[in-house]
């Protein structure tokens, strides 16, 4: 008769292991049970549950235990009202894009939303149709323009773009204390068909920064930390799901591998160049130049 194949034998040690941490996990869970806020309860019994299984499941040490808090406090050390590193951090772990990703649901056609990244400013002067956002020479004029529709095709008359961007030197104003604070942003309004238009500037691929936590574990992970070239704008209009997306440079070549997980193919948008003498040229711009179409497309609220 042949022998039958029986099941490995179970290490005692780990049988005692699991039914502590589930008595911990269980004690921790039920603790939250006269939270009056439920969602408070949810999302804290899940943190909880999951840490708890992430620390058995890679027999966590003291040392990487403590390694760990000392990665979140210098992390928030790192955080101010101009530096967000610990929305740095949830972007190169994919946390952001997997939030927006949860939280998106926009039916087909609509434009799609992307990370905010650590670099809005809120408060953007106002600006007007035309108008520069370079308040300084910052590199190659790039026209920006397209029209605000809903999901029917109809214009959105004053729907609101907050628009960012970083310099040829791949510098955001924010972390640059040598140039206009106001410089590479605005908000625009859509004019009554829905168009809107602005100069920007070519943008150009940049790293995220490595000074802080955040370049630790990059370095530490061999990761590079470069972001495609994009422009980033936040679109409002009353009534609509209010969108925060990118226009990606087409010919960038970080866009298969950004750092922080970020592109949608359709928000890749292709920069056609354009000579100084090329009829379209919008007044104001001097030398080469570029132009982007991006149109865009809101979703209603209901
Ligand atoms: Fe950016």
């Not at 290490?11 to 869970?29: N, S």
């Not at 969602?39 to 620390?55: D, G, N």
């Not at 003291?62 to 951090?89: C, N, P, V, Y």
């Not at 905010?116 to 790039?142: K, N």
Request: charged share 25%; net charge negative; with cysteine.
């Amino acid at each position: 008769m042949p022998a039958t194949k029986s099941a490995s034998p179970k290490d005692p040690a780990e049988d005692v292991l699991r039914g502590t941490v589930e008595r911990i996990t269980d004690e921790v869970v039920r603790s939250l049970d006269d939270a009056p806020d439920p969602r408070l309860r949810q999302v804290l019994s899940s943190l909880v549950s999951h840490l708890h299984a992430l620390a058995t499941e890679v027999a966590l040490t003291q040392a990487e235990w403590e390694a760990g808090i000392a990665f979140l406090t210098a992390t928030g050390q790192k955080s101010d009202d101009k530096r967000q590193e610990f929305i740095l951090l949830s972007d190169v772990l994919g946390l952001s894009m997997v939030v927006d990703a949860v939280c998106e649901n926009l039916p087909p056609g609509a434009t799609e939303s992307t990370v905010l990244g650590p670099f809005y400013v809120a408060d953007s002067p106002e600006r007007q149709y035309g108008e520069s956002i370079a308040e300084q020479p910052s590199g190659e004029p790039t026209w920006v323009s397209g029209v605000v529709r809903d999901l029917d095709g109809r214009p959105i008359a004053g729907a609101e773009l907050d628009v960012w961007q970083n310099a040829a030197d791949r510098l955001y104003a924010v972390q640059n204390p040598d140039v206009p604070q106001n410089n590479l942003r605005g908000r625009f309004r859509a004019r009554d068909d829905g168009s809107y238009g602005f100069v920007a500037v070519r943008p150009t691929d940049y790293t995220i920064p490595t000074d802080g936590p955040v370049g630790d574990l990059l370095r530490a992970t061999a990761r590079h930390p470069w972001r495609p070239a994009h422009l980033h704008l936040i679109v409002r209009a009353p009534g609509y799901r209010t969108v925060t997306t990118h226009v990606f440079d087409s010919e960038s070549e970080h866009l298969a591998s950004d750092a922080v997980f970020a592109v949608k193919p359709s928000l890749v948008r292709t920069f056609v160049q354009r000579d100084e003498d090329d009829p379209a040229r919008p007044a104001g711009i001097v030398g080469p130049w570029t132009s982007v179409d991006n149109d865009l497309v809101l979703t209603p609220l209901d």
